[in-house]
């Protein structure tokens, strides 16, 4: 796959700032390098600070979930982190309730809600 720099940079003007913050700092492993660039001048441009960025950092790595290769969890209805598993279903076409499984939740999809 081919890494488009113009389409990332597009992507990251219209990025919350939030977003721009999870992946400077929990997601920083997976990201391109030139991508990492954008993101730390674009939050730059919105004022945010490096300690601001250091704070959010910490904040998250007090509460995401992360795997054995320390990666962090994402959410399974979200790219936000995850902060917590909760029981859901797997649909069969996005419906028919068929498997009942544990779903990793971010702060907005959790607590589990057994009608996910």
């Known amino acids: 796959m ?8 597009r ?21 391109e390098p030139a991508a990492l660039d954008l993101m730390e001048g674009e939050l730059a441009r919105r004022g945010v600070t490096p300690r601001q960025i250091t704070a959010h950092e910490q904040e998250r790595r007090e509460v995401v979930l992360t795997r ?10 979200c790219d936000r982190p995850a902060i ?16 009942p499984r544990i779903f990793p939740r971010c702060e907005i999809h959790g607590p589990a809600d057994e009608s996910a």
């Open 2 to 9: 081919r890494f488009d720099l113009r389409t990332v940079a």
């Open 84 to 99: 917590t598993r909760g029981r859901g279903w797997y649909r069969l076409f996005g419906r028919v309730p068929v498997i």
């Open 11 to 31: 992507y990251i003007r219209k990025a919350e700032t939030d977003e721009l913050l999870d992946r400077v700092t929990v997601y920083r492993d997976g990201m």
């Open 68 to 77: 054995p290769d320390g990666s962090t969890l994402r959410c399974g209805f």
